[in-house]
């Protein structure tokens, strides 16, 4: 062989790092029974004396692929030591809660994901089954929590000043930016009673109590409008709670003392609108007939 020809024949060979060179050639193959053989030599010595890897039939690595993957596989995939998507300890998870039943849901979670409507129904349908259960409910129940309708009524009340234009000269109050809060101005008018409304046909006399008095400072904190024909949803408000009050006080049985502090911030709503003065005197007679 030429000069010219052993340097082209050695450029095509193929050439790998002294690292890869190493392990390809202390590596012995697989045979089909799975046993080392080092009788076979999977490289050639080129003329300078190193050894040059030799490329293998696709026959050999195919069988070596089934081998390695057929060693980790088992026939029953509930045995194998880590199923298909599941990492080991999610498997190992999976074995030990094997069998197991799942533990029931406490009766409290699950009334908890019910509505206010499906509780109504359901304890209406248990006292209508057990008549003997309706006093022991009575007087179990708890009085009604108004917060939630209190901040449904703050809710109303601030996006009327949240709708009220700021980047505009001259007053805030007038007829122009009364049209831009209209909308939210009728409804916390129309939530402001409804809710007050609400608690007195549940017959909770004190709550509802409870809850004019707030809502009678939430009223007074809205807008007080240039024209005074802006201001009726306003007055309709006083007038409707005012009204509220009075049938509460009359129905309502409360001691002397809660009488008294009730007395006290009526006295104290009246400087906001003095609607609810005419509540004081029914309180002053509730008071004299406590002894």
Known sequence: MSPDEEVIRQRGQIRTSPRKRAFQTSTPAITDIGLLDTSLDTSTTS???SRTPTRKSAADGVRKRLMLSTSYISSDP?????PKGLTQSAAKKRKSNKGTN???????????ALSSEQLTELLGNLINKHPDLKE????????PDIGHLMDNLE??????????????WGSSRDAFCFRRVKTHVENFKSTCISQGKQLQDA?????SLEYILQAWEC???????????HNKSKEMCFRNLAT???KSVKESSLDKDAYVAIKDRLEEAVIINNQISPCIEIVDKKIQKIK
């Open 244 to 246: 509220q009050c009075k």
């Open 102 to 112: 799942a533990l029931p849901v406490s009766i409290n979670k699950r009334l908890s």
């Open 203 to 207: 017959g909770s006399w004190e709550a």
């Open 78 to 82: 509930e045995d194998s030591p880590c």
């Open 47 to 49: 003329s300078s004396g």
């Open 219 to 229: 009223v007074g904190n809205t807008p007080d409008w240039d024209n005074v024909a």
């Open 136 to 143: 022991e409910v009575e007087k179990s129940l708890p009085k």
């Open 155 to 168: 809710y109303f009340r601030k996006n009327i000043f949240k709708s009220l234009p700021n980047s505009r």
